[in-house]
């Protein structure tokens, strides 16, 4: 047996094989798995070396689960939320429970605080407005400025502007920079939003803020002018779930049922991607997280690594479903990317994620050369 490579794959795998289990063999293949040959109990697969799953307490998700990264130059973690309860996650893997929330209800958007503004973190919470706190779990100081009973579904900061607050059916609150203690402006669609509903909000890197609903098109605010501009991006009326910018400036807009759609930086023109001419697994998209180059895509029922520059699709083989809309990577030289599950928290281990798919194989697919109808060929 080559002792040396089992031994080297093992440390970086422990695998907890049952003690009379002992590989002498190891074998991978192009769809990023190891095969591992025993003396005497079989053949074992070794699947998904780059993912690992944290279980949480049973229905932890009920009241919606939220995922956010500290900036770069902090700790390695992601900071989360499940309704009333905080932890922090942790590379390589480790799930710390800090504290049961003392805000007045489960945090519905979580949000890093510029260290600007002194660091910390904004929190978002179903009908009690918007909380700062120097980390998830630690004593909460009401953002002045805001309704105190907002029923707050998304947060979005922009240096240029100020802080933006989506919220379940009131549209949107914007607390300018020139003071927190100044009422916020507030947005609805009688003066400017295509729908009081919010899902997602975007401050890019020029200042814009995306807006994301449903039933309408994609609403901008431009800092220049202070209004909002409106793009249609189909005849049906978008249905936007997720927003994100990538590291060339492209905005992203993920769908429910529409798929994927994207405006490259100095361009007006949208592009859709969608699972039958742009290889994207569901038409569904519930949370879109880029780390550089790459968007890591959330499925209801799978993962798919984005290549920004190609605009190429790759599927994340796993036997993990049921994803829920919330994913963040961590910072740091060796990133993790956590994405919440109906039955934990899935930690994917970046570097080995992107070497895995420079190795696995394409999908094989059919062709169909010729047919034949009672003996006779047809075209």
Do not use: K
Request: hydrophobic share 45%; aromatic share 8%; net charge neutral.
């Amino acid at each position: 047996p080559d002792t040396a490579r089992l031994r080297a794959y093992l440390r970086r795998y422990p695998l907890h094989l049952p003690a009379d289990t002992v590989p002498i063999c190891l074998l991978e293949d192009h769809d990023g798995n190891a095969w591992l040959g025993t003396a005497g109990q079989g053949l074992w697969r070794h699947s998904g070396r780059f993912a690992q799953l944290v279980p949480m307490p049973a229905n932890y998700a009920t009241t919606g689960v939220t995922l956010a990264a500290p900036p770069a130059g902090t700790m390695p973690t992601v900071w989360g939320t499940a309704g009333i309860q905080f932890f922090t996650l942790n590379s390589p893997l480790a799930a710390n429970t800090d504290a049961h929330s003392p805000l007045p209800g489960p945090v519905r958007a979580l949000l890093p605080r510029p260290a600007a503004l002194g660091g910390g973190t904004w929190q978002g919470v179903a009908h009690g407005g918007v909380w700062h706190a120097a980390r998830p779990g630690t004593p909460a100081t009401r953002v002045p400025g805001l309704p105190t009973d907002l029923d707050v579904a998304a947060l979005a900061y922009s240096p240029t502007s100020g802080l933006w607050v989506g919220t379940v059916a009131d549209g949107i609150y914007y607390l300018p920079l020139a003071g927190t203690a100044l009422p916020a402006v507030h947005f609805t669609t009688a003066n400017g939003l295509l729908h009081n509903q919010i899902y997602a909000l975007l401050a890019d890197h020029t200042g814009r803020v995306w807006v994301a609903t449903h039933g309408t098109g994609l609403a901008v605010w431009q800092p220049r002018s202070r209004q909002f501009t409106y793009y249609r991006l189909n005849p049906s009326g978008l249905a936007a779930n997720a927003l994100a910018e990538d590291a060339e400036g492209t905005i992203w807009v993920g769908t429910e049922g529409q798929g994927l759609y994207y405006c490259p930086a100095g361009e007006a023109r949208w592009h859709p991607l969608e699972a039958v001419s742009g290889g994207l697994p569901d038409d569904n998209i519930s949370a879109i997280v880029p780390v550089g180059l790459r968007l890591l895509l959330v499925h209801p029922q799978a993962l798919a690594l984005l290549d920004a520059h190609q605009r190429t699709v790759q599927p994340i083989r796993l036997l993990a479903r049921n994803f829920l809309p919330a994913a963040a990577v961590s910072a740091g030289p060796r990133p993790t990317a956590w994405v919440a599950t109906q039955a934990g928290l899935l930690s994917l281990d970046w570097a080995a994620l992107l070497t895995w798919t420079t190795q696995v194989a394409a999908a094989p697919s059919l062709a169909l050369t010729g047919a034949e109808v009672d003996g006779e060929s047809r075209p």
